[in-house]
């Protein structure tokens, strides 16, 4: 690697080009820009930490090419580990073995439900998908709900209650705890707090307001760091009502979106993401009902990244400029200083929006204080947009019924009555509280305390019981979707170990005996046999129609946005959640940790991103360490430079820096640092005043973004709608188009069957890797860690690749582009294996015949589009954790009808070749032809825009067929004359075209 002195001189160089214009068209990374030797080692060699054989001498090259044949025999002729297998005795007779059941369920996330199908085999769930039934899905989903199945078979689950460091019983504890109820109800609950996460479940609050009853005085205090709270409280300002915004942009022909990621994080994420891409896409050589969106951006985000336009502002900007268009958009509310360098942008907006009133509409950020919310709801209501691109209904967190004074009044509470119990079920307080030490002394203090966890964790190891939490997986349940939706949540696996669900802990707590099914029946009114077949029914679709909130009609007060302190000045602080482990509930689970993160790549750990421009005034380039301070709080980390992030900004991500939680947490050390220790109640994370100061040494970082580089010119496609309709390819000049003369045989293969092929969308595709994700769960893909990672070693099978064009302080466009196998029709790397483990299906499909694989690597070497993986240890080995201790939960994880590869075997993308299968075995057994959509691949089933389109190229009515013959279409590479099936449509933008300043601010 090289040290810090290069890297900040390689930045140096490629800002210097890209600002004098020499560089022309996308560029994925500075490195690139500025040739660096570290982009040349990634672009040369596949393989960039192997030795190399020429550095050999005859001597030990005869050696190792000995040692290499005896290897590849070994390998040639391995075998499985054998295993004993017992039948049943007596077969289950609802279970048919190799048949898939489906079921329908839900799962709780960043403050709402999303509907949920799950596939079981033999009883064990293995893949779970977007119940289309369901409005915050439509049958998508995202990382989270992807990646939601590991945490059921963690092997590092709390498995049986602890008392202190000692194992114990549930008898025990239900013992001890009731008894202390029972004194606590002498006093009518007094001095008992019941301390929660976001409730969003109709049948968990009323257990909470059952024990309320029980216990009068008690306290039911909430907290959850990735509760939109900002929103409720900031129409509580302009409308004098906690209410929740619900978006439709399916009719919004301008949107505005104020360094909000909605199309990635948040209640209704997913659906939003739908709505947005429907209206993305030309249709044929139709533009004309593209919507156009405009992003004020902090941090870059995947919804930044989406918009036609942008503008950089520091945080406490992002208020100023609000109110700034308010005023010029006629609304009366206090005027105040405009920011610099924003006058045309809030000239041309105020133009744009008022051409399209009731067909606009402006979101911003759940991070952003309450007054952001305010100005962002009151231009709504000005332009009309009110019933048709958004609405507002009542909250969907039950948790406003909590007591208002938080965790911070218990420490208050306490000082006059003493607390004796609190109960703390799910969350990790202890870790993700600002200003947690209060919370620390309470627990200190309290002589009974008890967590209902699903890990050990910061906060459990505080409390005298760690009790085991169930998997909503695991679990009877409900919950509010982001519109009000009630979808239920129905188990599909018996508790693998002694746990109970939140419901059946505070049934536990009041010494019922009711089970959490008959909970959820009593609060939906299933009563009686009608009841029951009533539930039934709703069971197999998962969701209670016409459950959805109503709108709520409010008054808006304009007065009551007074005017905010004078404009700042000096670097800011951002906090936001993690785009891949969140706030930190997601640390152990590998498959989200290994996940790039969408802007930056990074995996395994979090950094301090700075722009360009900040990363010169500090001396300090990628890796370098820095210490991050805000007041007398410091954190040491490793700085990122990121293009897009407005000088004097400091983004960082919660989540990392954890002291316990699993041994993806610890076994390697402290992951990142923990930016909850920046944060305090009275400084939320955005727009707080940092100090940012360069140290000595390096962080090493594992990031992938220059992994797996092609060499090419006509990689990515895009251009606005002007240039589109002047020429529907979008081409480049240099492309050749049309017929390539060839040296190789002219004509194809004849099929005379099915031809399978893909076609992805660049115009939809947001970068949020539900694709990556939903693969890795589907093909058994292993996790590797951090230090594999390094080595270029990552094995996910579609990979994302993020492109900019432009300033690297203000890039014009950002744009993904997902890379699976191209199944290529002439595939280079077909014809160099030398034991033909690789091949070429009669339906197209290019074939890995993992038993004859050797691990010469030369197909991996030969392919142009490094989308080969190649297993240099035995990564998929899951008889036992990364600690060498026995997991036999982790084989449960195993999709059964995807082979498992061992080490030394090449893998990669096989177009789901086991749901093709599938669906011909099905189609002979019923006698029905195949149809166009009845095999879904994974990634496609996943992606929320449905940018992704698999399909029989023989079938002249099928939607890839038509997507092929459409003008943006185009082969990666194509002038390598590889033919790929997996073809790509030029992105297509929307720019106003008069705005002028794209620079930060």
Known sequence: MENGESKRMWLQKARKLLKSGQVDGFWRSFEQVANSPEYEKWLEDEFPERSSLLELDRRNFMKFMGAATLMASLAGCRRLPKEQIVPFVKQPEDSVPGVRKRYATSFVSQG???????????????????????????????????????????????????????????????????????????????????????????????????????????????????????????????????????????????????????????????????????????????????????????????????????????????????????????????????????????????????????????????????????????????????????????????????SADGVSGLQRAARQNPIDAVFILGGNPAYTLPGASSLVRLLEAAPFTAHLTSHANETSELCRWELPLSHYLESWGDGLGYDGSTVLQQPLIAPLYHSFSEIEFIEGLLGSHRTAREVVKEVHGFVGVQGEDRFQAMLEKGVLPGSEFGSEQAEPNFEALELPPALPSGYELIVLPDPTVLDGRFANNPWLQELPKPMSSLTWDNAVYVGPAMAERIGAGTEDKVSISVQNRKEEAALFVMPGIPDETVVVHMGYGRKAGGMWVTSDGQRGFNAFLLMNPASPGVGTRVAVVKLEGKVPLASVQVHHSMEGKDIIRSGTVAEFQAKPSLAPEYVHEGHFDSLYPEGEFEYDGHKWAMSIDLSLCIGCNACTIACQAENNIPSVGKTQVQRGREMHWIRVDRYYKGSPDAPEQTLFQPLPCMHCENAPCEPVCPVAATTHSKEGLNQMVYNRCVGTRYCSNNCPYKVRRFNYLNFADKTTDKLGRDAPTLRLLNNPDVTVRGRGVMEKCTFCVQRINSARIESKRTGAPLKDGDIVTACQQACPTQAIVFGDLSDPASRVTKLRSDPRSYGLLADLNTRPRTTYLAKVTNPSNTLSERGAS
């Open 112 to 402: 709402a439900a999303m509907g949920l199908v799950v596939e079981s085999r033999e009883g064990r769930p293995i893949k779970v998908e977007g119940n289309p039934e369901h409005s915050g899905s439509l049958g998508s989903s995202d990382v989270f709900c992807q990646a939601s199945l590991y945490d059921l078979y963690d092997p590092d689950r709390l498995k049986a209650v602890q008392r202190g460091r000692s194992t114990a019983s549930w008898d025990q504890f239900w013992k001890e705890a009731r008894a202390q109820l029972q004194v606590a109800k002498e006093k009518n609950g007094q001095g008992v707090v019941l301390l929660t996460e976001s409730v969003v479940s109709p049948s968990y609050h009323a257990q909470i307001q059952k024990f309320l009853q029980a216990f009068p005085e008690a306290k039911w205090v909430a907290y959850d760091p990735l509760a939109p709270m900002n929103v409720l409280y900031g129409n509580d300002l302009l409308f004098d009502r906690k209410l929740n915004a619900v978006y439709d942009f399916r009719g919004a022909d301008v949107i505005l979106s104020v360094d909000s990621d909605f199309l990635y994080l948040g209640p209704g994420a997913v659906r939003y993401a739908r709505e947005f891409s429907s209206r993305r896409a030309p249709q044929g050589t139709d533009a004309s009902k593209l919507n156009r969106m405009f992003a004020i951006q902090c941090a870059p985000s995947v919804t930044s990244a989406a918009a036609d336009e942008v503008l950089a502002l520091k945080p406490t900007l992002v208020e100023p400029f609000l109110r700034a268009l308010a005023v010029r958009l006629g609304i009366p509310v206090a005027p105040g200083d405009t920011p610099p360098k924003s006058g045309e942008w809030i000239e041309k907006l105020a133009a744009q929006l008022q051409a399209t009133r009731g067909r606009c509409v402006v979101v911003p950020g759940l991070h952003h204080r309450p007054m952001v919310h305010a100005l962002a709801q009151a231009i709504n209501v000005h332009l009309g947009n009110v019933g048709t691109t958004v609405r507002y209904t009542q909250p969907l967190d039950f948790a406003e019924d909590a």
